[in-house]
């Protein structure tokens, strides 16, 4: 398994490379991610280009067997870049050019912005071409959908409509225009969604559309860079860098052409006062493997404290560093990349801590790091070995961005709801897919499809098909609510899927933060809140597990059972605390038969990792405190943070 | 008594209209009002005109009985309106073009607006001037003050100044423009007030004769329309119909040439964990009952979850959708017209619930609805009778203006301070007039005056008359503070009011937040807050009810009580909880001789129409349990939101 | 000693002049401050002057004997200037021009203000060059950097960093402009941090000289203003008011080339109800008194209940208004202005309350005035006597600007800490200085140091020499962080006063509103929180004073002791609870040698001034209860807000 940094020769003066090159080396540091802000210093001017440094500490990292992943300096183009063309700075909402001095100053459609970021890309690429030490390219930085709005940006807008629709009939028919006197009769009377009020206070067909095509030009901004750098490097491996991030791109569709997944990934370093409230990024791990369904990268790892887009947060606890680490190798990674060697001492984001300080002496967290590379090198056998799963949770770009758009009622989040099934499967030790709603499902035992809101009829068809041919389904509320146009289904819901759970919903109740009592055929009692369907069964093999045990519709079915062909497909009305999920769970797991682990206390991740001739089982503590539990008949203790590894042969 | 829907063949395929309005007739709807927001409907090109679908869908309800109200459908121009007129969009307080997509683009006092709005006005009147079914006109939807910017409207602000004081030395001394130089010498240098600070930091005369403004010209452009709808339809009703809303205009002057009061009722659907939160939409009634002085129709009412401007809110209780419509008619109502028939499945007000779901099966809630309408055609003998008062409570546009410009201390709000007398003489089961401070007076025993901030000479010698005259009057802290203009009256306050209520106060302690104690002269104590005048007895006859027993002024004198003439004031120096009026207005109804019924439950509310040959009393539980309680030696029992009307006779 | 009033004849009619003046001198009043804001009373039209009516009014008061203070009207230019010369109006973040209306609404640097505003202030001191009555001028009011973003106040800005700079390498260089590509080519490419984004996510160095620029740049405007004055009237003393606004100037440099310092002084006005959370304004006085360490002037001084930024505050307790100025006078202020005689009647500042009320009757605050201007005539021999201090603290512009430019951590605040620090001398009697960094430091035993973050190499030395004489230095945690170009420093922190403290810092932890636990060698242990530095003790003569309890830090350096030459340096690594200071300076009080008092309540402030022959100690309680103590062997029992003053000759 690979350790890398994110490294700035630029930063630093000449003095400092072959010191951090050959400290870098001592330490077990495999690859070095280099010069995806650095345009100035490669064209201080325009026609001027100075890739002699570059050369140079590439050369360096190469007498050191060091590889090296570039960036495409294309974040940030030189200031001379931004006088020359003051146009091509993306414009905002208030439909004036957002101000420059941060970063991200360009817009992706701007001629000459890409006639300028295309020389450099060409020229990188081809310079480096031959140069074996560059394994890969990461293509800009921390891309967002494009949220640019200007004219440039509206015409390509305009074109998407027209190519997606054809007429404006059909727009006005697919978005339900007649509403308010929406009705468009010419392409210019369309423009993107100017204004800082609330998006539910636009026609959301309109706005998911508009995501979609966010989404979409952001992708085509990484095609036109990955195509240069194709051609000219083959066998370089290409990626870009996500995060979770306001205007999320469609991360499907943004891979699809690319070879490989890299994330940033920033764990909280806060220990949270209420254990319970222990956020993991397991979650984002899996989502990230499932991506392409294949190893993947993590480009910038938590080094230190986090600071720069808000006051400084907390020190890393001792372990955090690299059990974080260590973390993403247990769910998929085969490489990660710390962010960053050394901190900035200038700019603003010198607190964002590296894992050196500002002071250059190496301190504890470097320790630690020194650490985490050893152990990484002892992980070799396990490099390129899978994360076998029987379990899937299904993910949608489309819903990411349906429910931003229309908050369904206080406290709601996608993501959220999806996290209470995660963490509950977890609780069992279990490996856990995250995949896309558009997924080839075959050889699972079980698929949770939480909010199933904007419904693919494919999507609906193949899930029909999965159960019938035996597989166990999860569904919940605001599933099959809206067409593929995000407008509403006149049908009561869960629409498409009521044959399938056998029940429908007669009404539902936004609760909000309110909380209503849920009460299990069992006996248990659980907390609820943010929605409830009542639900109404209807199927004659359908099974009522629980009923709400307050509010007026007390008594009324909350989670239904259903047969359905050779399989069972469940319905969760409401939102329930993290609990009633591990509960609900434990009985699902069973009647699939998937085979868990008992007894596991919180925040212990158990996953495993197999491979050709080996299975190797990451054993993680994920809390601030030791945790003690019984595994196989053997006591395990493990510290805070501590990663333990088990291998056992394939027999 | 009539019982409407509110209905939008536009958004629903021809297929719907039929069965739509069969299920209407069957369910007992009396009236549906359309249209207003159809106009790229009505004429989806400039010169093009397609009335004949609404000409359709108007026979098919002659056809069945069912009678129409037509919204002008003036709040939004359709799109090739505002591509032909980009500067006829509203302007902001940042002097640049609200963004569109959302509703009301248009500005009042654009000329072409202002052609095409008329010419469509002209011909919908024309139309179905000789159609009987069409029995009134709504004018364009739920407008608000002219908060529009741009440079038309400056202009037309700057015209009202120079109308209403002739030239700048006038405004410059009645505005005390001497503060910070701001002494106008021209009148360009006169602008609407722009930028987000807040209001208070602005000369208070110059904004409180801008929200004048505001609603006069708003006003100006409802006369504007109802002119061509009078000119037409001669015997059509016309109204426009109002909420409480961010710049609101002032009712009286709004349907001063309308014919009858409209109201947008929206109570809360979130039943609150402390009852004695709960708040009740009989005060909204009473006032808007009050702006004429005669019968009002709820042009929406609740039908379902709300949503859209926010995440959504909580299904409405069962009996609330009903109870509420008939708490409307409690407090003069003479037609509730529901917002929806069915909810939109598409357009960004999709999840604000009509009667019916998007599933188009009815539900719960339109059970409820249709009985409803068996009760209301029960109540046709009650249809047309009144309600009489013994008390009234005065409101003031201007006081509302002139406390949301300059707050006076936290915590503090006109319409807030009005509902604590409201509220109070509610529990004894009173009904009560909420009237313009400029209404006639006589033929009430008791006027409860809050907050008489800014003077109306005129209101002052009424008040003095009326109690002279043998009236009791209350009064309350920050009255005469200001003159007409929202200057500061260079007198002890209450200024003009000092000899009437016999006292004067010393000083003032704007506590907000902070709580202090009052003492009545009877033992009992009180909390209150908000605001405390030392007040200083002046009179012969004047009596010290109630003393702060709190702060450095403790033992200085609250609450007031004084002779006058033949009749009482009273003054209140500060802001109490609740059942502080509940106790002091027990005593004040006692010695008005109003009868009043004692020991009502919380939240039971009582009021009391009165025809020529029946009087009818409506008891209605406002509350989410069971209120039992006993009136004129009966046990009563009502259900969660139940309405009770008893008959009897006149003898 | 003086006590004076703000006074604006402009607001009130002739009628008043005669009787206000007559009840000023009855009651005491020295001094009138006035025409701050009365340009278009002197300048109704372009080239019209009316300066006879501020003949008169000086006429009125020269007859009484009392004094003028003359404010220069150019804070609010007149409404025909801002319609002649639009774009002197000043430019915000947004890059548009502030909407005018309230006050402020002129650019420092646009020509055509400066020509006629030059023009006033030749104008006014030529005509009152003679008057002996007018004995000081204050420039313009309330002055705030320059953050006004127009394009002349952006070439200023250029300017300014070429004089400073020379050229671009350096500029690049020094800001670290190489991180995001942010290396400046061409001058045009530098703007103002346009944006309301946090300050944070721009280059910290080109935040901090932005910063300076805008001090500089008002201080330029200040002088402009001081050369007209000086030259007209060469004996006149020059002030500007200042107080605690969101762009603060440099005081220091502000007040270089003026005569005296002049504050607004608003104590707040609530009682807080836990009574540790009482603000003491004696923090602002000694940080005012030290900017030219002499004597100076509250020009606005609280009067009545605040209002007008925000809803109405409390009232004044009985004896604050007295209280809070006697306050001032302890704390080395010659004269206290009390704004304002009465009460505005019109404007927006209508409800920042003066002495007398609205209603001109003068009431129980202007009988305390009375009272007060009765305790002033009898200090007339304290006037002039000095605040004589074996401590002091140091505070910096720089410091100020760069912890605001980058908050390091929730809940820091710079002045927070340096309070921290004062309140707990406080405590204990003393007299306490709070000097400019670059001041001269012999003559004090203790130097207290907080937060010595942006690091000027001349203060590091001038501390080094410091304790090698034998004084006594506190330094803190963020000390030592930046270069004076507010870059890291790359060294151990605390840098530069490693040596001094003998101790370097390992690790930081931002722990932010969390707390950790502190114990100190003796046993006693404190909250602490914010910040924790884990310190080695590195020195031969070291000692660990106190140590983290909580954490995994548990156990490590907090708070350490150093021998440095013949004197003591602390480093306290952590932000402790107020008790802990108490605690710690109680032991190097001791060990400095320097006299304190012991057992004094909270919020019993002592200070002490001392003429040639006369030596005033000031007992103040700056508390709404009573608070008794032992003071000298003597009960002593003070009323709230009583400031009693004991003299006694020098023998």
Same mark, same amino acid.
């Not at 407008?487 to 629409?495: Q, R």
């Given at each position: 398994?690979?350790?890398?940094?994110?490294?700035?020769?630029?930063?630093?003066?000449?003095?400092? *490379?072959?010191?951090?090159?050959?400290?870098?080396?001592? +330490?077990?540091?495999?690859?070095?991610?280099?010069?995806?802000?650095?345009?100035?210093?490669?064209?201080?001017?325009?026609?001027?280009?100075?890739?002699?440094?570059?050369?140079?500490?590439?050369?360096?990292?190469?007498?050191?067997?060091?590889?090296?992943?570039?960036?495409?300096?294309?974040?940030?183009?030189?200031?001379?870049?931004?006088? @020359?063309?003051?146009?091509?700075?993306?414009?905002?909402?208030?439909?004036?050019?957002?101000?420059?001095?941060?970063?991200?100053?360009?817009?992706?459609?701007?001629?000459?912005?890409?006639?300028?970021?295309?020389? %450099?890309?060409?020229?990188? =690429?081809?310079?480096?071409?031959?140069?074996?030490?560059?394994?890969?390219?990461?293509?800009?930085?921390?891309?967002?959908?494009?949220?640019?709005?200007?004219?440039?940006?509206?015409?390509?807008?305009?074109?998407?409509?027209?190519? @997606?629709?054809?007429?404006?009939?059909?727009?006005?028919?697919?978005?339900?225009?007649?509403?308010?006197?929406?009705?468009?009769?010419?392409?210019?009377?369309?423009?993107?969604?100017?204004?800082?009020?609330?998006?539910? *206070?636009?026609?959301?067909?309109?706005?998911?559309?508009?995501?979609?095509?966010?989404?979409?030009?952001?992708?085509?901004?990484?095609?036109?860079?990955?195509?240069?750098?194709?051609?000219?490097?083959?066998?370089? @491996?290409?990626?870009?860098?996500?995060?979770?991030?306001?205007?999320?791109?469609?991360?499907?569709?943004?891979?699809?052409?690319?070879?490989?997944?890299?994330?940033?990934?920033?764990?909280?370093?806060?220990?949270?006062?209420?254990?319970?409230?222990?956020?993991?990024?397991?979650?984002?791990?899996?989502?990230?493997?499932?991506?392409?369904?294949?190893?993947?990268?993590?480009?910038?790892?938590?080094?230190?404290?986090?600071?720069?887009?808000?006051? %400084? /947060?907390?020190?890393?606890?001792?372990?955090?560093?690299?059990?974080? #680490?260590?973390?993403?190798?247990?769910?998929?990674?085969?490489?990660?990349?710390?962010?960053?060697?050394? +901190?900035?001492?200038?700019?603003?984001?010198?607190?964002?801590?590296?894992?050196?300080?500002? #002071?250059?002496?190496?301190?504890?967290?470097?320790?630690?790091?020194?650490?985490?590379?050893?152990?990484?090198?002892?992980? &070799?056998?396990?490099?390129?070995?899978?994360?076998?799963?029987?379990?899937?949770?299904?993910?949608?770009?489309?819903?990411?961005?349906?429910? &931003?758009?229309?908050?369904?009622?206080?406290? %709601?989040?996608?993501?959220?709801?999806?996290?209470?099934?995660?963490?509950?499967?977890?609780?069992?030790?279990?490996?856990?897919?995250?995949?896309?709603?558009?997924?080839?499902?075959?050889?699972?035992?079980?698929?949770?499809?939480?909010?199933?809101?904007? =419904?693919?009829?494919?999507?609906?068809?193949?899930?029909?098909?999965?159960? &019938?041919?035996?597989?166990?389904?999860?569904? +919940?509320?605001?599933?099959?609510?809206?067409?593929?146009?995000?407008?509403?289904?006149?049908?009561?819901?869960?629409?498409?899927?009521?044959?399938?759970?056998?029940?429908?919903?007669?009404?539902?109740?936004?609760?909000?933060?309110?909380?209503?009592?849920?009460?299990?055929?069992?006996?248990?009692?659980?907390?609820?809140?943010? *929605?409830?369907?009542?639900?109404?069964?209807?199927?004659?093999?359908?099974?009522?597990?629980?009923?709400?045990?307050?509010?007026?519709?007390?008594?009324?079915?909350?989670?239904?059972?259903?047969?359905?062909?050779? /399989? =069972?497909?469940?319905?969760?009305? +409401?939102?329930?605390?993290?609990?009633?999920?591990?509960?609900?769970?434990?009985?699902?797991?069973?009647?699939?038969?998937?085979?868990?682990?008992?007894g596991l206390p919180d925040h212990v991740e158990i996953t495993t990792r197999t491979g050709k001739d080996i299975t190797a089982r990451f054993l993680f503590n994920n809390a601030g405190e030791v945790r003690q539990f019984i595994l196989d008949g053997k006591e395990i203790s493990l510290q805070p943070f501590e990663m333990r590894i088990e291998r056992s042969d394939i027999k």
């Amino acid at each position: 398994m690979i350790i890398g940094v994110d490294y700035y020769p630029e930063h630093w003066g000449k003095e400092f *490379w072959i010191p951090d090159a050959d400290l870098m080396r001592k +330490t077990g540091v495999g690859i070095v991610r280099m010069a995806e802000f650095a345009w100035s210093r490669l064209s201080p001017k325009e026609g001027v280009y100075t890739f002699e440094w570059l050369d140079e500490i590439i050369g360096i990292f190469r007498e050191r067997g060091i590889k090296v992943i570039l960036g495409t300096p294309t974040n940030c183009p030189p200031r001379w870049f931004c006088e @020359k063309y003051p146009d091509a700075i993306p414009v905002g909402r208030d439909a004036r050019p957002n101000p420059i001095g941060i970063r991200g100053h360009r817009c992706y459609n701007h001629p000459d912005f890409l006639r300028h970021a295309g020389d %450099m890309i060409e020229r990188m =690429t081809k310079r480096y071409a031959k140069e074996k030490t560059v394994v890969a390219w990461q293509i800009d930085n921390e891309l967002e959908a494009n949220f640019c709005f200007c004219k440039r940006c509206t015409e390509k807008y305009r074109a998407w409509l027209k190519e @997606k629709y054809g007429d404006l009939e059909s727009i006005n028919k697919f978005y339900g225009n007649e509403v308010w006197s929406g009705e468009y009769s010419s392409w210019e009377q369309i423009d993107p969604p100017f204004g800082t009020y609330p998006a539910a *206070w636009l026609n959301p067909a309109y706005m998911l559309d508009f995501n979609r095509f966010a989404s979409d030009d952001m992708i085509q901004y990484v095609d036109f860079q990955a195509k240069i750098i194709r051609r000219n490097c083959p066998e370089a @491996k290409i990626t870009t860098n996500v995060w979770f991030c306001e205007n999320m791109p469609d991360f499907y569709k943004t891979f699809a052409g690319l070879d490989f997944v890299s994330f940033d990934n920033y764990p909280p370093t806060k220990i949270p006062e209420d254990a319970g409230q222990f956020y993991s990024h397991a979650f984002h791990l899996d989502l990230m493997r499932g991506i392409k369904r294949q190893g993947f990268c993590v480009m910038e790892e938590l080094s230190g404290e986090p600071g720069c887009w808000s006051p %400084m /947060g907390r020190m890393p606890y001792p372990g955090m560093i690299s059990g974080y #680490s260590l973390q993403a190798f247990a769910h998929g990674a085969d490489a990660v990349v710390h962010f960053r060697w050394r +901190t900035a001492v200038s700019g603003a984001e010198m607190y964002w801590h590296g894992l050196i300080d500002h #002071s250059n002496v190496p301190g504890r967290r470097f320790k630690e790091f020194e650490e985490l590379c050893r152990v990484a090198r002892g992980l &070799k056998d396990i490099a390129g070995t899978q994360i076998l799963s029987e379990v899937a949770i299904l993910y949608s770009a489309d819903n990411e961005y349906a429910f &931003k758009i229309q908050p369904q009622t206080n406290g %709601m989040y996608y993501l959220g709801q999806i996290r209470l099934f995660y963490e509950a499967l977890m609780k069992y030790g279990l490996n856990i897919d995250i995949i896309g709603e558009q997924e080839e499902l075959s050889g699972y035992k079980l698929i949770v499809a939480p909010e199933m809101y904007v =419904t693919d009829p494919e999507v609906v068809k193949k899930l029909y098909a999965f159960v &019938k041919k035996g597989g166990t389904l999860v569904l +919940t509320n605001r599933s099959g609510v809206k067409n593929k146009y995000n407008n509403c289904i006149m049908e009561p819901l869960p629409a498409p899927y009521r044959e399938l759970v056998g029940c429908c919903v007669l009404e539902y109740d936004p609760v909000g933060y309110d909380h209503v009592a849920v009460r299990f055929a069992d006996g248990s009692n659980y907390r609820a809140g943010q *929605w409830c369907d009542i639900l109404k069964p209807e199927g004659e093999e359908t099974k009522v597990l629980a009923c709400y045990n307050s509010e007026f519709y007390k008594g009324s079915a909350a989670i239904t059972e259903n047969k359905y062909g050779s /399989g =069972t497909a469940y319905y969760i009305g +409401t939102v329930g605390e993290q609990e009633m999920y591990v509960h609900l769970l434990e009985k699902i797991l069973q009647e699939c038969g998937i085979a868990y682990i008992e007894g596991l206390p919180d925040h212990v991740e158990i996953t495993t990792r197999t491979g050709k001739d080996i299975t190797a089982r990451f054993l993680f503590n994920n809390a601030g405190e030791v945790r003690q539990f019984i595994l196989d008949g053997k006591e395990i203790s493990l510290q805070p943070f501590e990663m333990r590894i088990e291998r056992s042969d394939i027999k």
